[in-house]
């Protein structure tokens, strides 16, 4: 009878899948020469006798690290100075969805805040990362963009993939959205509910991939079968930010009928200005975001928004350096997700 105290072993794994060890060895070290029928026993077996991999032995054996990192700008990440300061909810998105695919291949998941500025980059990343042993690193937006910090990567030949990049988009495997099909859509989207004046709170300008959605607001307008002139107020993609701008846009004698703020925390803002000022949404002002993050379910009246797949994007950027660091066939360098128009409760007709 087995001892309910002991852990199990590989050998254990083996008689109860009836396959030799030596397979069950290739399954934990996903090697691509096995039988998927043969994978899906021992995988049964694994979970039928509560195997744990021991991650360290494995990289020992396989020279692996099995860790995978985000790589996160410290100052999008925190900010000592401001009691304020959040994470974003699309940080908080590509977390989870790096966290599940890496927990599914067997993989540590870390995040790793750095400082962007340093004078000694390379010399940084290497002290910083060394201590874990990562297989790859994610870099999240504006990082992916940080050409010192491609330089210093591939300096190192470390594997990376990039979110959501604005520049550059051959140099190294990336994931994203069409955010420019998407903008145009939600623009259209307003044209066609009768919107003349429609107002645009854009992303920070160190956000590159942001830029694209003003492009595509503008282009949307120009055209249109009457050319409309765009209303753009900078912002900076927090609720505080998208309350400023809309309380300036609202604040205009030819103020909009309609605001689209660059991601769901600014737009909620808007809806918090156009409380302030009593104005209906959406009978008074139409208010349109993106993402479809959390607080777009949650404000009220529900927002109106583009929603790009966060958590997919990220399992897709870990799948990928998975793949890489057990040399078999790669995915594609860049994956581009479709957008969804996600119509709510916060855009209508414009008023009369």
Not at 17 to 40: C, G, I, M, Q, W
Not at 184 to 201: D, Q, S
Not at 223 to 248: N, Q
Request: a neutral charge; charged letters at 20%; proline letters at 7%.
């Amino acid at each position: 009878m087995a001892d309910p105290a002991r852990r199990p072993t590989i050998i254990d794994i083996a008689k109860r899948a009836e396959v030799s060890f030596k397979t069950v060895s290739r399954v934990l070290n996903d090697h691509p020469r096995v039988a998927e029928e043969l994978r899906a026993r021992v995988r049964a077996a694994m979970h039928e006798l509560g195997y744990q991999p021991n991650l360290a032995a494995r990289s020992l054996a396989g020279r692996r690290g099995y860790a995978i990192a985000l790589l996160v700008d410290q100052h999008e990440f925190y900010n000592e100075a401001n009691a304020n300061a959040y994470v974003a909810p699309f940080l908080v998105d590509l977390q989870a969805g790096a966290l599940i695919a890496c927990r599914e291949a067997g993989y540590h998941f870390f995040i790793e805040p750095f400082d962007p500025s340093s004078a000694t980059l390379l010399n940084d990343l290497r002290s910083q990362l060394s201590r874990i042993s990562v297989d790859g690193l994610v870099l999240a937006p504006p990082s992916a963009d940080r050409g010192a910090l491609l330089d210093a990567l591939e300096a190192w030949n470390m594997p990376y993939v990039r979110i959501a990049p604005g520049i550059e988009l051959e140099r190294a495997p990336s994931v994203a959205t069409d955010e420019f099909g998407g903008t145009v859509a939600m623009t259209e989207h307003l044209i066609a509910l009768g919107h003349r004046r429609i107002g645009f709170v854009s992303g920070p300008d160190a956000h590159i991939a942001a830029g694209v959605r003003v492009v595509a607001y503008r282009e949307a307008l120009a055209r249109a079968t009457e050319p409309l002139d765009p209303i753009v107020h900078a912002g900076d993609f927090t609720f505080a930010g998208g309350l400023a701008a809309g309380e300036a846009l609202l604040s205009r004698p030819d103020r909009p009928t309609a605001i689209f703020a660059a991601n769901d925390f600014m737009a909620a803002g808007v809806v918090a200005a156009a409380n302030r000022l009593g104005l209906r949404v959406p009978l008074d002002l139409s208010i349109a975001g993106f993402d479809d993050s959390a607080i777009a379910r949650t404000v009220w009246p529900p927002l109106t928004t583009v929603r790009q797949p966060i958590r997919a994007m990220a399992q897709a950027a870990i799948h990928y350096l998975v793949e890489l660091a057990g040399e078999r066939e790669r995915l594609p360098r860049r994956v581009v997700f479709p957008y969804q128009l996600v119509v709510r409760s916060t855009t209508g007709p414009a008023p009369a």
